[in-house]
């Protein structure tokens, strides 16, 4: 009971956590390109896991599924740049909402993939989950453009696409690396936008680099530390506690982000939005209890 309660309180303190990752990131984007915060935030991030790696190095582990890897890699990667752009120009807890909705596309891939039976409760948390991103993308709701909410359903697709890697792959691979291949990849993908011509795209994930002030460096080095740490309790919280619990109060962090970015000046969500972001709670919840 005190370990389930401690792992209760790490997901809480995680989703904080991520809360004040999305704060920062809302602060440095009306100044700095959304790609160049995803750059800062992966690399400070792989410069831990290198240096994990080096003091501790991996056991001997079986290998050999390095195309799985890569995929895992570029799809958290490109994920992770869909989320923080999602961050950068909806209301904070929109782009939370639209990221929590990986159980739901976690449980319908794995109907995919798997074709083995579900559960009617699976199929039922499916269909809510899709219902609540229809209420929170509603263009009467917030501002948000086709391509916008193509980006907010791809940072939760993106993201259930990379943890069904994490199958295979953590048998094969110590988990650090599986995260190095994260953030390696999160590392890289922003900088490829700077090779293309961003005048043609019609949003603005493309955008030429932009040199930090020094205010603006102290900013982007609380971002790095802020979200390794949140990883960590992550982490921590799902080692120690029940999946489908924990995952559960994994969503409180949308009703924290939704209070931050009213803070930093988002408007007040109505009534839709909320009740889509009460679906995708439900929905999620259902999928992470009727699936392993």
């Known amino acids: 009971m005190k370990q389930e309660s401690e792992a209760i309180l790490s997901i809480l303190f995680a989703g904080f956590l991520f809360t004040l990752m999305g704060?920062?990131?809302?602060?440095?984007?009306?100044?700095?390109?959304?790609?160049?915060?995803?750059?800062?935030?992966?690399?400070?991030?792989?410069?831990?896991?290198?240096?994990?790696?080096?003091?501790?190095?991996?056991?001997?582990?079986?290998?050999?599924?390095?195309?799985v890897l890569l995929f895992r890699g570029f799809a958290g990667g490109s994920a992770?740049?869909?989320?923080?752009?999602?961050?950068?120009?909806?209301?904070?807890g929109t782009a939370f909402a639209f990221s929590a909705t990986s159980p739901i596309f976690l449980a319908l891939l794995?109907?995919?993939?798997t074709h083995q039976k579900v559960a009617l409760k699976v199929w039922i948390a499916i269909f809510i989950g899709f219902f609540g991103i229809l209420l929170i993308s509603n263009p009467?709701?917030?501002?948000?453009?086709?391509?916008?909410l193509i980006l907010g359903i791809y940072s939760g697709l993106g993201a259930a696409l990379a943890y069904l890697s994490i199958v295979?792959?953590?048998?094969?691979?110590?988990?650090?690396?599986?995260?190095?291949?994260?953030?390696?990849?999160?590392?890289i993908l922003p900088l490829f936008t700077q090779l293309i011509p961003y005048e043609i795209y019609p949003i603005?994930?493309?955008?030429?680099?932009?040199?930090?002030?020094?205010?603006?460096?102290?900013?982007?080095?609380g971002l790095g530390v802020v979200s390794t740490y949140a990883q960590i309790y992550l982490t921590k919280a799902y080692s120690m506690g029940?999946?489908?619990?924990?995952?559960?109060?994994?969503?409180?962090?949308?009703?924290?982000?939704?209070?931050?970015?009213?803070?930093?000046?988002?408007?007040?969500?109505?009534?839709?939005?909320?009740?889509?972001?009460?679906?995708i709670v439900l929905?999620?919840?259902?999928?992470?209890?009727?699936?392993?």
């Open 23 to 67: 704060m920062f990131v809302k602060v440095l984007t009306p100044n700095l390109p959304a790609m160049e915060i995803v750059f800062a935030r992966n690399f400070f991030g792989l410069i831990w896991v290198m240096v994990a790696l080096w003091f501790n190095p991996p056991k001997m582990q079986q290998g050999g599924k390095p195309f």
């Open 80 to 92: 992770m740049m869909a989320y923080f752009y999602n961050m950068s120009v909806m209301p904070l």
């Open 110 to 113: 794995g109907v995919i993939f």
């Open 140 to 148: 009467t709701s917030i501002s948000l453009s086709f391509s916008g």
């Open 168 to 187: 295979k792959l953590s048998k094969a691979y110590d988990t650090r690396v599986i995260i190095a291949s994260l953030m390696l990849s999160g590392s």
């Open 204 to 221: 603005a994930l493309f955008e030429r680099f932009v040199m930090p002030t020094l205010w603006e460096w102290i900013l982007i080095l």
């Open 242 to 279: 029940n999946p489908p619990i924990i995952g559960v109060m994994s969503y409180m962090t949308i009703f924290m982000a939704t209070f931050a970015g009213i803070l930093l000046g988002d408007k007040v969500p109505n009534i839709f939005v909320i009740i889509g972001m009460l679906l």
């Open 283 to 292: 929905g999620g919840s259902l999928a992470a209890f009727g699936k392993k």
